[in-house]
Structure formats: C-alpha cells, structure tokens
T-cell receptor
C-alpha cells in the first residue's frame, strides 16, 4: 500500500516571504506521479503542480516549485513571494500509473496561513 | 472545476436513512471518483469508475455503493446512513490513461453531509 505523509499540520509565513511544505511518500513502484493540491476556504480542490517520477528536473509553476528527491521519497513544495491568496490547506498526493484507475492517495494536509 | 457539479451541496439526514449523492460531468471523462474528506485524514477514496457500469472499491468503501449508468453521472449511495459518515464528499474525474495526458483529476465543489 502507498502512503503519503505530511508532517506539518499548520504553518504560517509572512507576506512576500518563502515557505516550504514537506511531503514524504512510501511506495515500491517506480512509475508514478506526484501532485500538490490547494484547498482554499471555498473548499474547491485546485491543482498547484505535478511531477512525473521519471523526470529528474524539478517542476515549477510561476511562484511554486518542488524539490523532488526520488531516492529519499521526498516531494516538498516551495512557495516564493507568498501572497494572502495562498492561504489554504495544501495536500500532497500520489498516483501509481496502473491501468486500473489512476487513483490518488492523499496526505493529511498542511494548513498554510499567509500573514501581513 | 472542468464542468463537474455535485448535488446536493449540503444535506442533513437522520441515522438509518438512505442517501444518494450525485456527480455530473460535462467533459466526457472516462474515470470518475468519490472521495470523503475528514479532519486529520485528508481525502480518502471511496469508490471509482473506469467506464459505464465499471466500478471498483477504494480505501473506505464499507457502507457505500456506487452506480454509473451513463458517462456523465456517477452516484454515491449510503444505504443506511450512520454518524460516522458525516463528512465532506468530493467527486473527481479524469480522462487521462497510461501514456497520455497529464493525469490531472478535476474536482467538484463538494457536498457537506451531516448525519444526526
């Protein structure tokens, strides 16, 4: 079974600063995807960034980037120039690329608060 | 939200009553999923579908059943609701298969269910 661990239940950061959210996962598979989803107070789940396990290069999307360490099974999210609108719950998620449904396994989430 | 709606958005029901939640999508996605979100657990997969009339169990399927009689609709039924099924329920969908697409799951807005 696959597991995803987010060890930081809550974090806070000052506006314009940089923050890193941690995520580790456990799997014996070699072909998989990793994701970070954001859930603001509206409750809508929004994809922030994805990483293919076979790619060594870390994914980036504007102010969001990841540090993917495959051997260590670590997948942290860095948010640069934090904005008030980044306040949300962030979930790390893992997907094995089987032919049977591409199911997501989520971590328990990190509540991020961006403060003035 | 990629054309995914859920109904109802909020429901309060009594223990022992049957409840059906509906997920409707307009993008002809092949795969559909039902998750529940609880504090301290993140999102957990209940059931998923990989085509019309093709469904399978997820991590927390006990007490739930699903049906998919057409591509656009995926129904989740609680045969006899219990207080432990009080939760926020999310539907998701994707068209991605092995070797193609980016495997993003698109989420509906969620349904808050309270069982008293």
């Amino acid at each position: 079974a696959q597991t995803v661990t987010q060890s930081q239940p809550e974090m806070s950061v000052q506006e314009a600063e940089t923050v890193t959210l941690s995520c580790t996962y456990d799997t014996s598979e070699s072909n998989y995807y990793l994701f970070w989803y954001k859930q603001p107070p509206s409750r809508q789940m929004i994809l922030v960034i994805r990483q293919e396990a076979y790619k060594q290069q870390n994914a980036t999307e504007n102010r969001f980037s990841v540090n993917f360490q495959k051997a260590a099974k670590s997948f942290s999210l860095k948010i640069s120039d934090s904005q008030l609108g980044d306040t949300a719950m962030y979930f790390c998620a893992f997907m094995i690329l089987t032919g049977g449904g591409n199911k997501l396994t989520f971590g328990t989430g990190t509540q991020l608060k961006v403060e003035l | 939200d990629a054309g995914i709606t859920q109904s109802p958005r909020h429901k309060v029901t009594e223990t022992g009553t049957p409840v059906t939640l509906r997920c409707h999508q307009t993008e002809n996605h092949r795969y559909m999923y039902w998750y529940r979100q609880d504090p301290g657990h993140g999102l957990r997969l209940i059931h998923y579908s990989y085509g019309v009339k093709d469904t399978d169990k997820g991590e927390v399927s006990d007490g739930y059943s699903v049906s998919r009689s057409k591509t656009e609709d995926f129904l989740l039924t609680l045969e006899s609701a219990t207080s432990s099924q009080t939760s926020v329920y999310f539907c998701a969908a994707t068209s991605s298969q092995m070797g193609e697409g980016r495997y993003e799951q698109y989420f509906g807005p969620g349904t808050r269910l309270t069982v008293t």
